[in-house]
């Protein structure tokens, strides 16, 4: 099933969930991003409350973020 990643001889990254497991292309490790970034909030992640906090920010509803 295609390349595998560094270390991953036995295709542990694609038993780890069911889209990873249908994915055609091979996983091989992108180029990092160029340069560093300068961010005043950076959301990591793309559940409920992610999606919920960058409508607070953006609407300004949000002043302060806590992390738990």
Known sequence: MGTTLSGDS???YRKLSHWLSTLDDPLTPRPAL???ADADVAIVGSSNLAGRTLADLIR???TELTTS
Do not use: V
Request: no cysteine; net charge negative; aromatic share 0%.
């Open 34 to 36: 160029p340069g560093d």
């Open 10 to 12: 036995g295709g542990h």
């Open 60 to 62: 300004g509803e949000r």
